[in-house]
C-alpha cells in the first residue's frame, strides 16, 4: 500500500514564529525528526527573504533532510485589492514568491484571488483571470502548479472557484483544499469538498 504524503502547515506554528522561538529551520527540524515527515508546507511569513541567496539555505536545509516542499503559500500576493496601489505591491510579490517557489522545488504555490465581497465584478474577474494565467504559465514553464484557494472572499464559494478554474483554463493552475472552508451548510461544504476533489 502506498503511504500518502504528508506534512503539517508551518502556519501551524506561527505562535512560536511570533513570539522568535521558532524560524524555518526550526520547523523543518520539527517536521523531519519529531514528526517524521518528508515534506514541508511553508507559510512565506516564515521566510524571511525572497532573495536568492538565502532561499538557497532554506533549500539546503530541505535537501539536507530529505525533504520535499509540497506547498509555499503566499499572503499578500492577492490578485485583486480596490488600492491599485496594493494590486501593484501584492503583483510584485506574487512574482518574487512564485520565483521563490520554483528555487525551493515547491510543487505548488498558493496565491489568493482577492476581494472582500461575496462576489466578483465583471472587471475584477477578467483581471484576476488575466494575472493568473500570466503566472499559471510561468509555474508550469518552471515544473510546478500555482493557483488559488477557498480561503477568503469570493474563493470560499464552490461555484465561484469552479468559475474561476475553468476560466483559466491552464495546466499551471490547480485549486488548494481547505477541507471545509466553503461558505453554506454543513452539507453544502461537504458537497463541495466532494465536487472539488478532481481538481486539487
Excluded at 529551520?25 to 525572497?50: H, K, M, P, Q
Excluded at 506574487?94 to 465581497?117: K, M, P, T
Aim: glycine share 8%; aromatic share 12%.
Amino acid at each position: 500500500m502506498v503511504m500518502p504524503t504528508l506534512s503539517i502547515m508551518s502556519y501551524s506554528f506561527r505562535g512560536l514564529l511570533s513570539s522568535g522561538q521558532m524560524d524555518v529551520f526550526g520547523y523543518l527540524e520539527t517536521c523531519r525528526y519529531r514528526y517524521g515527515l518528508e515534506s514541508a508546507d511553508i507559510w512565506n511569513r516564515f521566510l524571511v527573504s525572497t532573495d536568492p541567496e538565502y532561499l538557497a539555505k532554506v533549500r539546503n536545509a530541505l535537501d539536507e533532510r530529505g525533504m520535499s516542499l509540497a506547498d509555499l503559500c503566499v499572503d499578500q500576493a492577492h490578485v485583486w485589492d480596490d488600492d491599485p496601489e496594493v494590486r501593484a505591491r501584492n503583483e510584485a510579490n506574487a512574482w518574487a514568491h512564485l520565483r521563490a517557489g520554483s528555487q525551493l522545488g515547491a510543487r505548488f504555490v498558493r496565491i489568493d484571488a482577492g476581494s472582500r465581497r461575496e462576489t466578483w465584478s465583471d472587471a475584477e474577474f477578467d483581471h484576476i483571470v488575466s494575472r493568473f494565467r500570466h503566472y499559471a504559465q510561468f509555474a508550469h514553464d518552471h515544473g510546478f502548479r500555482m493557483g488559488a484557494e477557498n480561503h477568503w472572499g469570493p474563493e470560499k464559494s464552490w461555484v465561484n472557484l469552479k468559475r474561476l478554474y475553468e476560466a483559466i483554463d491552464h495546466p499551471g493552475f490547480g485549486i488548494s483544499l481547505h477541507l471545509g472552508s466553503w461558505t453554506g451548510t454543513d452539507d453544502e461544504r461537504h458537497a463541495a469538498d466532494v465536487a472539488v476533489a478532481p481538481w486539487v
